[in-house]
């Protein structure tokens, strides 16, 4: 009988499809072989070494980068990052974890690991944190937890109070749900979906939900809208701005095997959100080498003593070999952010 092969061009198809497919697949990565964890480790934070005024691009200026080790069981898979204090930082993992450090450019302080959830059986399903947002003024904590659809509520000693499966999320799918969110200071919230409108590759365009108030109060209502950002690179992270407008951190897949990543910086203004319509984030910044790249996935905001405006990224290290655990310190100038659009129908807009 004769033996049918397919032919080269689906021969090269299967394999680009594959390819692919191990590339976009979670806990694909090659896996570093660790030594046994040390419970009782600290965190160890080293400068990166970066030539001098190596990285402008936009209003973003860095001031400084480190790289954060530690044997702590507890350590690594962080996607996203708050200001828990003045000169304190919080960056919470995929694997439901948390540590709590001094900034690396201030003065020392102690550092903390502890769990984010309370659920006693640890899947992933039950502890994959991807975003969270913290208000400065009550000191609570929202936690966007993918898998389950779902933010949680923790009080400021980070018990829970609020533990909630949103309804409007539940068609999101179930490894690309809630990857963003932020809490406005006029108390709104806006949440973006890392899911794109095609299957294996992003189109820009992003479900998403904006709540007028708390998204863990009982009968709290979502508003959805679309979503657009740049072909391509999906939204990792949100932080408002002090004008009221957000950054909104995106990420590419540029190489599966091992894994490289392609960042962006794009801005958008909550004002222009509007229920069912279409929401568009404007590029700031391509970031591209000498600025140290890898799996950015937290983004947080602060305004400094010195009135400095300065955004701090981490990245996502997921237990591979060839990426690590990164903070970088940006300057952001004012004056180059683009103008702010008014909202309208305003007398200002006419």
């Known amino acids: 009988m004769r033996r049918l092969l397919p032919r080269p061009g689906r021969r090269l198809r299967l394999a680009l499809g594959l390819l692919v497919a191990i590339g976009l697949s979670p806990g694909t990565w090659i896996r570093v072989v660790p030594p046994p964890p040390d419970s009782t480790a600290g965190l160890t934070v080293r400068p990166v070494r970066v030539a001098p005024l190596c990285c402008h691009t936009g209003p973003f200026h860095l001031v400084g980068a480190w790289q954060l080790t530690s044997m702590h069981p507890d350590f690594g898979g962080y996607s996203a990052l708050v200001e828990s204090a003045p000169g304190r930082f919080m960056a919470l ?21 502890g769990p984010l959830l309370d659920d006693a059986v640890r899947l992933k399903d039950n502890r994959d944190v991807e975003a969270a947002s913290r208000d400065p003024v009550s000191g609570r904590l929202w936690l966007a937890q993918e898998g389950r659809n779902a933010i949680e509520r923790k009080a400021p000693d980070m018990t829970r109070e609020v533990f909630r499966e949103i309804p409007e999320m539940q068609g999101w799918p179930h490894n690309t749900g809630p990857e963003s969110i932020v809490r406005l200071t006029d108390g709104r919230f806006v949440v973006l979906c890392e899911c794109s409108t095609t ?16 998204p863990t109060d009982r009968g709290a209502k979502a508003r959805p809208f679309t979503f657009i950002g740049v072909k391509d690179y999906r939204p990792t992270a949100l932080a408002e ?36 319509g279409t929401w568009h984030a404007r590029e700031l910044a391509d970031l591209q ?4 790249i890898d799996n950015y996935e937290g983004l947080t905001i602060e305004r400094q003593a010195d009135g400095r405006l300065v955004a701090w990224m981490i990245s996502d290290e997921n237990g591979a070999a060839t990426q690590r655990v990164l903070l970088l310190e940006m300057e952001i100038d004012e004056k180059r952010l683009p103008p702010k659009q008014k909202a309208p129908g305003s007398p200002d807009a006419l």
């Not at 540590?99 to 201030?106: C, H, K, S």
């Not at 590759?201 to 007028?212: C, D, K, W």
């Not at 080498?289 to 140290?292: G, I, Q, R």
């Open 199 to 214: 299957r294996w590759t992003s189109s820009g365009i992003h479900q998403a939900l904006l709540f007028e108030g708390d």
């Open 289 to 292: 080498p000498p600025w140290p």
């Open 93 to 113: 993992s995929d694997r439901g974890y948390f540590v709590e450090f001094a900034r690396p450019d201030g003065p020392p302080g102690p550092v903390r690991f």
């Open 241 to 276: 701005l002090p004008d009221g407008r957000v950054l909104i951190l995106a990420r590419r897949l540029t190489w599966p095997m091992p894994p490289r990543f392609a960042m962006k910086i794009l801005i958008a203004d909550p004002a222009e959100i509007t229920p069912g």
